[in-house]
């Protein structure tokens, strides 16, 4: 049981360069969410995703796109990379749009911009 | 301001203490309170909730709400060095949209 499986762990990138961070869960959950984590900030909500088919911003979605796939895929785009977006991205996914607990996190992907 | 504060830390203390860890908040619509524990490296994972006002007991760890105060408390009794890992607050309000709102984490230290 795999739980949330994002690809890469890690990540360097130069700036202007773009990538796609990839995740994919095995729990048949709706909703999905992509966070980033940076120090004395905690996890801020970049986009989510409630249902299959539909995407919303979150709190900082600036300088990201976002692609639900399918029910069990949920990637996030960085079309031209800044050193701002050096941080750790989590993808996680619950069960239902409005069941407020029981996220399920992947175990992130630590990007750096030089 | 932010909507959730939680102190940074680091809190270190000794095996076998009782740790209290807090937020506070501003928006009182918010009715769902959460903890995530997080090793160093890995995702959150859910710790406890609780629903409005009151405590949530489970094993060594007791969850508080006080909704007048727009504070919360998670409290480790018997701390042990696996507790060692970075707690965070999360917050939701009733109905509505799954979105969670969350502290800025307090990174615990427990040595023996």
């Known amino acids: 049981n795999a739980g949330v499986t994002q690809t890469p ?9 773009s990538m796609t961070l990839q995740c994919a869960q095995d729990m048949n959950h709706n909703s999905m969410y992509w966070y980033r984590q940076d120090p004395g900030m905690g996890l801020r909500l970049i986009y989510y995703s409630a249902s299959e088919g ?10 990201y796109n976002v692609s639900r796939l399918n029910k069990r895929e949920f990637s996030l785009r ?3 990379a800044a050193p701002s977006q050096t941080s750790v991205y989590f993808c996680a996914s ?18 750096t911009v030089v | 301001q932010k909507e959730v504060e939680q102190d940074p830390g680091p809190l270190s203390v000794p095996e076998g203490a009782i740790v209290s860890l807090n937020c506070t908040y ?6 769902y309170f959460m903890w995530y524990r997080q090793y160093s490296r890995k995702g959150p994972e859910l710790l406890m909730y609780t629903y409005s ?9 007791t969850a508080q709400v ?16 696996s507790d060692s890992a970075t707690y965070l607050c999360a917050m939701s309000f009733s109905g509505g949209y799954n979105k969670l709102i969350f502290g800025a984490g307090t990174r615990l230290a427990v040595h023996p």
Not at chain 1, 54 to 63: A, F, I, L, R
Not at chain 1, 99 to 106: A, E
Not at chain 2, 26 to 31: E, T
């Open chain 1, 9 to 17: 762990k890690f990540q360097v990138l130069k700036t202007g360069q």
């Open chain 1, 54 to 63: 539909t995407t919303d911003k979150g709190e900082v979605p600036n300088g």
């Open chain 1, 78 to 80: 960085l079309e031209s």
């Open chain 1, 94 to 111: 619950s069960e239902a749009e409005k069941i407020p607990y029981g996220y399920t996190f992947g175990s992130g992907t630590r990007l």
């Open chain 2, 26 to 31: 501003s928006n009182s619509a918010f009715q």
């Open chain 2, 53 to 61: 006002s009151g405590n949530k007991e489970d094993g060594r760890f």
């Open chain 2, 66 to 81: 006080d909704k007048s105060s727009k504070y919360i408390s998670l409290f480790i009794r018997d701390s042990q060095p």
